[in-house]
T-cell receptor, first 111, second 114 residues
Framework: RKEVEQDPGPFNVPEGATVAFNCTYSNSASQSFFWYRQDCRKEPKLLMSVYSSGNEDGRFTAQLNRASQYISLLIRDSKLSDSATYLC????????????FGSGTQLTVLP | GAVVSQHPSWVICKSGTSVKIECRSLDFQATTMFWYRQFPKQSLMLMATSNEGSKATYEQGVEKDKFLINHASLTLSTLTVTSAHPEDSSFYICSGGTDLGEQFFGPGTRLTVL
């Protein structure tokens, strides 16, 4: 089993839609989780950090299910500018260690 | 979030030359910096972990003599691609790590080797 697995998509959704991505991880000892977004030919940018059960920031909600070892990212009221690749990231021990990246989920929001 | 700069943002060089890429954490001290490489339509692949004042730890399959990493201070790490070849053409991204496990990425360097 890969350390981090994501549905690669692509997800094509209309503007205003709600879309959710899942990410499963294999290391049950992981304590912190991150969602990054990466635009084409750009560097990844931190979108959300998840340290407990979840986190919410505006239209974005991240949830963590430790029992099933997955984290999800929910985007409500999708905007055209949300089009990007979303990367699920799991540090092994959560303290400035190397990250394990999922392959990313590609999202395209259509007008 | 914290800011990481990378220089140059793009470089084109001839085969056989060496290219140096700088990575700086501008508003925080990064005891650990990471170097990644990303080929088109692929995910980031970690090349090496760089700790200030010590030798870098390279991932399996990454040649340490080809990709020289120096982490001279808490805010600066450099990656030198020695004797670059066309297959080294890629997007090289550095990041600085915090104690919480967050990483903040530089804008990347697009290397094209002719």
């Amino acid at each position: 089993r890969k350390e981090v697995e994501q549905d690669p998509g692509p997800f094509n959704v209309p503007e205003g839609a709600t879309v959710a991505f899942n990410c499963t991880y294999s290391n049950s000892a992981s304590q912190s989780f991150f969602w990054y977004r990466q635009d084409c030919r750009k560097e990844p940018k931190l979108l959300m950090s998840v340290y407990s059960s979840g986190n919410e920031d505006g239209r974005f909600t991240a949830q963590l299910n430790r029992a099933s070892q997955y984290i999800s990212l929910l985007i409500r009221d999708s905007k055209l500018s949300d089009s990007a690749t979303y990367l699920c990231v799991v540090p092994p021990r959560g303290s400035a260690r190397q990250l394990t990246f999922g392959s990313g989920t590609q999202l395209t929001v259509l007008p | 979030g914290a800011v990481v700069s990378q220089h140059p943002s793009w470089v084109i060089c001839k085969s056989g030359t060496s290219v140096k890429i700088e990575c700086r954490s501008l508003d925080f001290q990064a005891t650990t910096m990471f170097w990644y490489r990303q080929f088109p339509k692929q995910s980031l692949m970690l090349m090496a972990t760089s700790n200030e004042g010590s030798k870098a730890t390279y991932e399996q399959g990454v040649e340490k003599d080809k990709f020289l990493i120096n982490h001279a201070s808490l805010t600066l790490s450099t990656l030198t691609v020695t004797s670059a070849h066309p297959e080294d053409s890629s997007f090289y991204i550095c990041s600085g790590g915090t104690d919480l496990g967050e990483q903040f990425f530089g804008p990347g360097t697009r290397l094209t080797v002719l």
